[in-house]
């Protein structure tokens, strides 16, 4: 996300992105990757798939973040969903023919998605993964040329991955979907608006998402909740604003300064599934 404070470790995505550097540079060296890699990744490097496929219920539970977690629950769970694809991933397409003749069969990933695996791939697994898919697109232009300009331009089109066939934008909609279920369950089995008590709370586009089937009761519930939770960054960064302006940032509470990028994420979901740099 870029900003892991608060997150508990497995969902710390700055520490999974330090984590991935050390199986790169192991893989590079050709020696064994890190011991604690098979927990994380949950297979080994060259799998390929969507990490959410075939997952218990009890797996799928710990996928979701613990109510402290400061960020939407499901868009944790999706971003860990897409960096775990994604170090398997750049791996794979260096490395094993069926995966690698999937990603050119696909037009690699969606453009976000592409500069999210270019920021876990070293230079060499770039070289090694790529020349296919530019190979295969430069046949598809050589067949375009003999086509009248605005016929070229239109077929051109199908040539760039977008969401609908892009592998990483799958496996981020099964996380996403897959978190979402667990968090209506606990719903179900609680009475009231238990279960985002406190620090737990949605983006706006996955409350839409586990309204979806809710009981009028739980989807009540779960409004309100997160009305209050909007009004409450309201006022948490009117204050902040006032002790910046009076120059009082000594004064500055941790929920005041967590509000302006919580009100963000709230409104348009976490930094990670939508940007690449982490650093800005």
Same mark, same amino acid.
């Given at each position: 996300?870029?900003?892991?404070?608060?997150?508990?470790?497995?969902?710390?995505?700055?520490?999974?992105?330090?984590?991935?550097?050390? !199986?790169?540079?192991?893989?590079?060296?050709?020696?064994?990757?890190?011991?604690?890699?098979?927990?994380?990744?949950?297979?080994? %490097?060259?799998?390929?798939?969507?990490? *959410?496929?075939?997952?218990?219920?009890?797996?799928?539970?710990?996928?979701? %973040?613990?109510?402290?977690?400061?960020?939407?629950?499901?868009?944790?769970?999706?971003?860990?969903?897409?960096?775990?694809?994604?170090?398997?991933?750049?791996?794979?397409?260096?490395?094993?023919?069926?995966?690698?003749?999937?990603?050119?069969?696909?037009?690699?990933?969606?453009? %976000?998605? =592409? !500069?999210?695996?270019?920021?876990?791939?070293?230079?060499?697994?770039?070289?090694?993964?790529?020349?296919?898919?530019?190979?295969?697109?430069?046949?598809?232009? +050589?067949?375009?040329? *003999?086509? %009248?300009?605005?016929?070229?331009?239109?077929?051109?089109?199908?040539?760039?991955?977008?969401?609908?066939?892009?592998?990483?934008?799958?496996?981020?909609?099964?996380?996403?979907?897959?978190?979402?279920?667990?968090?209506?369950?606990?719903?179900?089995?609680?009475?009231?608006?238990?279960?985002?008590?406190?620090?737990? !709370?949605?983006?706006?586009?996955?409350?839409?998402?586990?309204?979806?089937?809710?009981?009028?009761?739980?989807?009540?519930?779960?409004?309100?909740?997160?009305?209050?939770?909007?009004?409450?960054?309201?006022?948490?960064? +009117?204050?902040?604003?006032?002790?910046?302006?009076?120059?009082?940032?000594?004064?500055?509470?941790?929920?005041?300064?967590?509000?302006?990028?919580?009100?963000?994420?709230?409104?348009?979901?976490?930094?990670?599934?939508?940007? =690449?740099?982490?650093?800005?």
């Amino acid at each position: 996300h870029g900003q892991g404070a608060g997150l508990p470790p497995p969902f710390d995505v700055e520490a999974l992105l330090d984590r991935a550097a050390a !199986w790169r540079e192991a893989l590079l060296r050709r020696q064994p990757l890190p011991e604690d890699s098979a927990a994380v990744a949950g297979r080994e %490097p060259g799998a390929g798939g969507d990490v *959410s496929a075939a997952a218990s219920p009890a797996a799928r539970s710990r996928r979701v %973040p613990h109510a402290d977690a400061g960020t939407c629950a499901v868009c944790a769970a999706a971003s860990v969903a897409v960096f775990d694809f994604l170090c398997r991933q750049q791996y794979a397409i260096g490395a094993d023919p069926h995966a690698r003749r999937r990603f050119v069969a696909s037009h690699g990933l969606c453009p %976000p998605h =592409t !500069w999210h695996l270019e920021r876990l791939s070293s230079p060499q697994g770039l070289c090694e993964g790529y020349p296919a898919l530019l190979e295969r697109t430069a046949e598809r232009l +050589r067949g375009l040329a *003999s086509l %009248p300009a605005a016929a070229a331009a239109e077929r051109l089109g199908s040539l760039v991955a977008d969401s609908s066939g892009c592998a990483a934008c799958l496996a981020q909609r099964r996380a996403a979907a897959a978190a979402a279920a667990d968090l209506a369950l606990d719903l179900a089995r609680r009475s009231g608006p238990a279960p985002f008590a406190g620090a737990r !709370w949605l983006c706006l586009a996955h409350l839409r998402l586990l309204l979806t089937g809710a009981t009028p009761e739980a989807a009540a519930h779960l409004l309100r909740a997160h009305a209050r939770q909007l009004g409450n960054l309201a006022e948490s960064m +009117r204050e902040s604003a006032l002790k910046m302006d009076a120059r009082r940032r000594a004064l500055l509470s941790e929920e005041e300064m967590r509000a302006p990028r919580q009100a963000l994420v709230l409104l348009v979901g976490e930094r990670y599934l939508f940007r =690449t740099e982490g650093e800005e």
